[in-house]
């Protein structure tokens, strides 16, 4: 039997504040200049696969919709090439949740890998569709790298839900 690396704590409910500031900073680092070096993440798909694993119910296809908007303004790419992939990101992601959530961080970065590459692949084909130009090997590096960082980015974004170690005798649980 393998050993699994999972946490016994018990977690707080997300508080739904968190979970906007989050995708609001992820969005953010998508705007630094440093988002269009090769092998930089795509931090916003990231952020957004992750709330759409943990709480399918407050991140899904219309919070991947305004965000895709977002930067498909910011980036001055066709209007609407974020915002399709990442609607199928997190309807994917959504239909996922409950089977990725089943194994050990290192094999849920495995299970995020295709999800995020998926995304920037449709990116590269509706470019390329309108015109563009192919973005080069590089612009595939960055789901690679983003997979690396999904157990660090775990630790992070559940970091607000952990309940103290400390036990109170006077409370239950």
Do not use: K
């Not at 508080?15 to 680092?29: E, I």
Request: proline residues 8%; charged residues 10%; positive net charge.
């Amino acid at each position: 039997m393998q050993p699994t690396f999972t946490s016994s704590r018990i977690l707080l409910p997300v508080r739904p504040w968190f979970v906007v500031l989050s995708l609001l900073l992820a969005l953010a680092a998508n705007f630094l200049p440093t988002a269009h070096w090769p092998g930089m993440p795509d931090w916003l798909a990231l952020v957004l696969c992750f709330w759409s694993i943990r709480e399918s119910r407050r991140v899904g296809m219309g919070w991947a919709f305004v965000l895709g908007l977002a930067m498909d303004v910011a980036d001055g790419a066709v209007l609407g090439q974020h915002g399709f992939a990442y609607i199928l990101l997190a309807y994917t992601a959504t239909s996922l949740s409950r089977r990725i959530l089943w194994f050990p961080l290192a094999q849920q970065a495995l299970q995020v890998l295709p999800l995020l590459l998926a995304s920037q692949v449709i990116q590269a084909l509706l470019r390329m569709a309108t015109g563009g130009e192919f973005p080069g090997w590089g612009y595939f590096v960055g789901p690679l790298i983003a997979t690396l960082l999904w157990i660090p980015a775990t630790f992070l974004l559940l970091l607000p839900q952990y309940q103290p170690v400390d036990r109170d005798e006077n409370r239950p649980l």
